[in-house]
């Protein structure tokens, strides 16, 4: 799925004027070279981006049955409403878990190398500090679910809390029966982790 504007098509120029920086501090560098790298970097940005538009395709498929929201966000993907959580409560419910089993299949096949972030939030009754902690507990108890069960490596995913930040809530001010909505988990998927292994694993093979 292609996209008018994309959230990195701004990369390019930005990496152009480092690579021309490192450049400057080595003396000179032939043009062959320097296009070579920079042809480096842009084939790398679209293989990023390439890997970002089909993996938002794959989710879109595999997710249809679900009711689950699946976007593009600053070059990741964004995965809403998997997983709600009743009132003062971090317990992850068995109706949940299909969709949890079918994301980890996903990544776990597909993306192995990709992070997963997954954001925990409450509804705004309570204390900020109480709705902070109670939102971790949530991303956490989806976080264990994915890798202890869904078989996720546990360096690849990890659990945040945003609590009962405003700007976040998918039911503005709701609490108890009509927060349902705010008392939930996001899934972050960043795939950038995959160029990163790519080069760690050529400098030690010297390559």
């Not at 879109?60 to 003062?88: C, E, L, N, P």
């Amino acid at each position: 799925m292609k996209h008018a504007s994309h959230p990195w098509a701004w990369l390019p120029l930005g990496l152009t004027m480092l690579v021309a920086a490192g450049c400057a501090d080595r003396g000179y560098v032939k043009q062959a070279d320097y296009d070579a790298r920079i042809s480096q970097i842009e084939a790398r940005l679209q293989n990023q981006e390439n890997r970002s538009d089909q993996l938002e395709q794959d989710m879109q498929q595999k997710f249809a049955q679900y009711d689950a929201s699946i976007r593009q966000v600053a070059g990741r993907i964004q995965v809403d409403s998997m997983s709600h959580f009743a009132f003062d409560d971090a317990t992850l419910q068995d109706q949940d878990k299909p969709m949890l089993d079918d994301f980890a299949k996903v990544i776990g096949h597909y993306h192995p190398y990709a992070l997963v972030t997954v954001e925990g939030f409450a509804d705004p009754a309570g204390s900020h500090a109480y709705n902070q902690r109670l939102g971790e507990k949530r991303a956490q108890a989806v976080r264990d679910y994915l890798v202890n069960s869904g078989g996720l490596s546990a360096d690849k995913v990890r659990a945040v809390s945003y609590g009962e930040a405003r700007d976040r809530q998918d039911a503005p001010g709701k609490t108890r029966d009509e927060g349902m909505e705010n008392r939930r988990v996001t899934l972050v998927v960043d795939l950038s982790g995959h160029d990163q292994e790519q080069r760690a694993a050529s400098a030690t093979d010297g390559t």
